[in-house]
């Protein structure tokens, strides 16, 4: 499968994007997907991830209220929506598929977008 993220941008403290994750290629819909995000000079961390069905949804700490993860299976298409968008928010937001291993661990995914920029501004 391979995977395309998109809608990353500039914006202000306070203001909404919405991350799309395209997929082409095997069923799309059999995977768990994770959200991942990379700020300069730190780890990748997990940001939020959805069961295959969309029916089951987690996000980390520091985005929840603000965040949230859907899926589309029919348009293969992941989407993470964030609102009130702060400044320590600013990072590359990847897209991943899991595998297996621990839910937020980065090593249990195994095919990843190429990452899409998210800047926020204060």
């Known amino acids: 499968v391979q995977l395309q993220a998109s809608g990353g941008g500039l914006v202000q403290a306070g203001g909404s994007l919405r991350l799309s994750c395209a997929a082409s290629g095997r069923a799309f819909s059999n995977y768990v997907i994770g959200w991942f995000r990379q700020a300069p000079g730190k780890e990748r961390e997990f940001v939020a991830r959805?069961?295959?069905?969309?029916?089951?949804?987690s996000h980390a700490d520091p985005v929840k209220g603000r965040f949230t993860i859907s899926k589309d299976n029919a348009k293969n298409t992941v989407y993470l929506q964030m609102n009130n968008l702060q400044v320590a928010d600013t990072a590359v937001y990847y897209c991943a598929t899991y595998v297996s291993g621990g839910p937020y661990y980065s090593g249990s995914y195994n095919y990843w977008g190429q990452g899409t920029l998210v800047t926020v501004s204060s």
């Open positions: 959805i069961s295959w069905n969309g029916g089951v949804t």
